[in-house]
């Protein structure tokens, strides 16, 4: 089997790449900065699995045009590279904190730019490459805002993007393809977007090697995930509306 990771040079992306690299699958290390997509391929390959750097970036859409014209054929696509929010020198990448009137509309072009735009990009490139019962994995986080999760421009562009998994998977079933598509959402993880670490919030936060895991056990399963947005604990989620009490 060979798989496609966006991202996997670090953090999900890369636990990711190391669980099903140890099961037998080829990794493509999909990332946007060569060399260190490079020295993720010599670490993955001294631990015995075999991997290759394909040069992605997701606001860049020759990179993923001509990514593809050096695959033939894939078994899964994991699209999990994104930004929470426009990046800022001076200010964490995912700030939990920030008032929802502190978004600006670039910081929302560009997050939907990337994650939902950047995404339906890869899926519509690469979707002709999958095999016949390939599959797409979309990784992505809770939509509904509450008083501790409510970041703008991070839920707004995952919505829009699981919106987009639904829409595949009714194409999918419709005309009676083998192909599927879901998202995952590992919960809370600990990468350096959120300055979490392991074990924080009383267990919440898990690691991304066991969020990797996770991630990784689904993908290789033999259950029909088409359409699906499965939590880390294997929940399907299918109430989309924001609980405010």
């Known amino acids: 089997m060979k798989a496609l990771i966006t991202g996997a040079n670090k953090g999900i992306g890369l636990a990711i790449a190391k669980s099903l690299g140890k099961s037998g699958v080829k990794i493509l290390v999909g990332a946007r900065n060569e060399s260190r997509g490079q ?36 078994d899964l696509l994991i699209n999990n590279a994104g930004i929470p929010d426009s990046h800022k020198t001076d200010q964490p990448d995912l700030d939990q904190k920030k008032m929802i009137s502190d978004y600006t509309t670039d910081d929302l072009r560009e997050t939907l730019e990337v994650n939902f735009l950047g995404t339906h990009e890869m899926i519509k490139v690469f979707l002709p490459k999958l095999v016949k019962n390939g599959k797409i994995i979309n990784i992505t986080i809770p939509i509904q805002p509450n008083d501790f999760w409510h970041p703008l421009a991070y839920q707004t562009s ?88």
């Open 39 to 74: 020295e993720t391929v010599k670490k993955l390959s001294s631990q015995g699995i075999a991997a290759s750097f394909i040069k992605i970036d997701l606001n860049n859409f020759d990179t993923i045009h001509n990514a593809a014209k050096e695959i033939n054929e894939l």
């Open 158 to 245: 995952k919505a829009a993007q699981n919106v987009m998994t639904m829409a595949y998977a009714l194409e999918f079933k419709n005309m009676h393809s083998e192909k599927q598509i879901f998202g995952i959402m590992p919960g809370g993880v600990a990468t350096d977007l959120n300055g979490h670490t392991a074990g924080a919030l009383d267990g919440y936060i898990k690691s991304a090697e066991e969020a990797g895991e996770i991630i990784a056990k689904l993908a290789l399963d033999t259950e029909n995930h088409n359409g699906q947005i499965v939590q880390f604990d294997g929940k399907i989620i299918t109430d989309y509306e924001a609980q405010i009490h």
